[in-house]
């Protein structure tokens, strides 16, 4: 038998890839006949997604195998951006670890504060709820309204911290918390936290206010004790498009780290503590203008998020189980 004749029918014959693809196709054809005016509808999107987020990607990975400064025709360089990347540069894998110390932090915090949040208001009275949701959701909504920080963390007598820490007799001279190595990590993990409650958490409120309120009479009655079972076996399994929503969206904040540093901590941020792969990728790309350099570092950075996405994914498939 050939090669290529490997797959089986129902009726035992031999058919080859060529046969398969091509009722595939047909299938295709005709499914597109059926439903042309759904796919005319989806056409502008679908011109809108492949020109401003698919090509751009394609392009992106593209230019990684070669050598680009802008002024210049790109050349060719095969796998030489990757090798420097994790042989040469030093501050890359540095800003790969600063990277994944805030996502390790502040996706799983943030993602479960959401959801609980969500999830505690949702009892609540209508005109309390709405309150609180503007409440939780502003932060993010508010542009830099993060810079607020700039002034509670001051590295001088003036900043609320260190005014309420002097007063206590903690420490006797300012402490520079953007500044100090030391100290820059922690205090932009709580700067990032307070900013994350963002689109997952509408996800989350929204995805709430859709269960089906029988499934849980149904639950009590087969035998749910309490509110903690009643989440895990009823709530979280209705809730999974959402989840998976919410789960992307604070994976790719978490990892896409940068514009919460610049205005606070500067940009390099000292020693390059808080340098993270966006940051390495913004001074390749933007300063530098070394974009294969810096197409590779997107294209690191992209694969990264898929692969934590896929893991997520498969993560929530699990939920109630």
């Not at 700067?191 to 958490?201: C, D, E, K, N, Q």
């Not at 940009?267 to 590779?296: C, K, Q, W």
Request: charged share 10%; with cysteine; glycine share 6%.
């Amino acid at each position: 038998m050939d090669d290529k004749e490997i797959l089986i029918n129902s009726s035992n014959q031999p058919v080859t890839f060529k046969s398969v693809l091509h009722k595939k196709i047909s299938l295709l054809i005709r499914d597109i006949k059926r439903n042309k005016i759904s796919y005319l509808f989806l056409t502008p999107f679908a011109i809108i997604f492949f020109a401003f987020y698919l090509l751009p990607v394609l392009i992106s990975m593209g230019l990684s195998f070669t050598y680009y400064n802008v002024l210049e025709s790109p050349q060719f360089i095969g796998w030489q951006n990757y090798l420097n990347l994790f042989v040469s540069d030093d501050l890359f894998l540095q800003s790969l670890k600063i990277t994944f110390l805030f996502a390790l932090i502040t996706g799983p915090v943030s993602y479960l504060a959401s959801f609980f949040f969500a999830w505690f208001i949702n009892e609540l009275p209508r005109k309390i709820k709405m309150f609180l949701v503007v409440v939780f959701y502003a932060p993010s909504l508010s542009g830099q309204v993060f810079v607020i920080w700039s002034i509670i963390f001051s590295g001088d007598q003036y900043g609320y911290i260190n005014g309420f820490l002097m007063e206590l007799g903690f420490i006797t001279e300012p402490i520079q918390w953007f500044t100090n190595p030391e100290y820059i990590m922690t205090v932009l993990i709580i700067v990032i936290l307070w900013t994350s409650i963002g689109a997952g958490f509408l996800a989350f409120v929204a995805g709430l206010q859709t269960l089906d309120k029988s499934l849980f009479e149904a639950g009590y009655v087969e035998g749910i004790r309490n509110r903690w079972q009643e989440l895990w076996f009823i709530t979280l399994p209705q809730m999974k498009p959402q989840l998976l929503f919410g789960a992307i969206m604070t994976i790719t904040a978490s990892f896409a780290i940068h514009d919460v540093i610049v205005p606070l901590a500067g940009f390099p941020t000292t020693n390059y503590a808080a340098h993270t792969v966006v940051s390495h990728l913004v001074d390749y790309g933007t300063i530098r203008f070394e974009m294969g350099y810096a197409s590779a570092i997107a294209t690191i950075l992209f694969i990264i998020m898929v692969g934590c996405n896929i893991i997520i994914q498969k993560l929530l498939k699990k939920v109630g189980t």
